[in-house]
């Protein structure tokens, strides 16, 4: 029973000796990445194309400079599948907005595109005639920890 009792406390030495770094996870928190999916009716690559180029990249760029997303991608659906989007709209972040965030933001970029939230979803729904926007993930980076 002895051998028993110091074996069982000698085992409970040996996991509290390990060191620090191998209890940790190899993982950690990053940026994160909101995907949204945009398919476009036949015909109208061009009339999308020409958002993008104008009042998209402007306001991603604006969105850019004030520090409030890292960078952002348009990708190309090259194999796609029946059913799956044309485009992904990739935009890259630090961190989640507060509602407060939100409100501030919407105020300087309307101020920035010389629009009204209303303009803007009447634009938005004009688009729909022929843009149609699916899924959108929010997906959050994983970076090594060490």
């Known amino acids: ?9 000698g085992a409970a ?3 509290w000796c390990v060191p ?17 999916a945009v398919t476009i009716d036949d015909g109208h690559f ?6 993008l180029a104008s009042q998209y990249r402007k ?6 400079s004030k520090g409030w997303i890292k960078g952002y991608y348009i990708l190309s659906n090259v194999n796609k599948r ?8 990739v935009t890259i972040f630090d961190h989640v907005t507060t509602p407060a965030e939100d409100i501030q933001r919407e105020k300087e970029a309307n101020a920035f595109l010389a629009q009204t939230t209303r303009q803007g979803m009447a634009a938005s729904g004009q688009r729909a005639t022929y843009r149609h ?13 060490h």
Do not use: C, H
Not at 20 to 36: M, N, Y
């Open 1 to 9: 029973m002895r051998k028993l009792m110091i074996g069982a406390l």
């Open 13 to 15: 030495t040996l996991f």
């Open 20 to 36: 620090t770094a191998a209890q940790e996870l190899p993982l950690k928190s990053g940026d994160f990445w909101d995907v949204g």
């Open 46 to 51: 061009g009339d999308y194309s020409d958002f």
């Open 59 to 64: 306001n991603m760029e604006f969105q850019k």
């Open 82 to 89: 029946a059913g799956e989007p044309d485009l992904y709209l």
């Open 133 to 145: 926007i699916g899924s959108d993930m929010l997906l959050q980076e994983m970076t090594w920890s």
